[in-house]
């Protein structure tokens, strides 16, 4: 059974095989919706940005090694889907706009947080895939 005592995830009263559970359910959440959100990139931004935050969520209260990289891919994906929409808000860039196409350089960490997501994921699989070999090979 699961108390929620404040907003904190560390003070949920959960066993902690439930906590590993719902931390691994968050970051397949994320790694979808991190590939689903790429279908479109401008609508799909919000899904993205959602999903990157899953990610930083499951990898910080898992203690993985790359939660940091993960949490800098959030914010420069957080600061392009700003911009994103700012220039968007503008009426867009280049052409009859009266905005210069060297304002959609503001959009730019959007794909780099995104790129930033997708190698990390596929380091971890790399990473994964070398210890259960590793486990294979020694049995």
Same mark, same amino acid.
């Given at each position: 059974?699961?108390?929620? %005592? ?13 906590? &590993? %559970? ?5 970051? #397949? ?9 790429? #279908? !479109? ?14 990610? +930083?969520?499951? @990898?910080?209260? %898992?203690? !993985? ?9 959030? +914010? ?22 009266? &905005? ?11 794909? +780099? ?5 997708? +190698?990390?994921? #596929? ?8 210890? @259960? ?7």
């Amino acid at each position: 059974m699961v108390y929620l %005592r404040t907003g904190n995830i560390n003070s949920i009263t959960m066993n902690p095989k439930q906590k &590993n %559970r719902l931390l691994k359910i968050l970051y #397949i959440i994320g790694i979808v919706a991190l590939l689903l959100g790429a #279908i !479109d990139a401008m609508e799909g931004s919000i899904v993205i940005a959602f999903a990157s935050i899953l990610l +930083v969520i499951s @990898t910080h209260y %898992r203690k !993985d090694k790359y939660w940091k990289l993960f949490f800098l891919s959030f +914010v420069l994906i957080s600061i392009g889907v700003s911009a994103l929409f700012t220039l968007s808000a503008m009426g867009g860039i280049g052409g009859d706009s009266g &905005n210069s196409a060297w304002l959609g350089l503001a959009i730019l960490p959007y794909p +780099v947080g995104w790129i930033l997501s997708i +190698v990390l994921l #596929i380091m971890k699989a790399f990473q994964r895939s070398k210890k @259960t070999e590793s486990a294979i090979n020694q049995s």
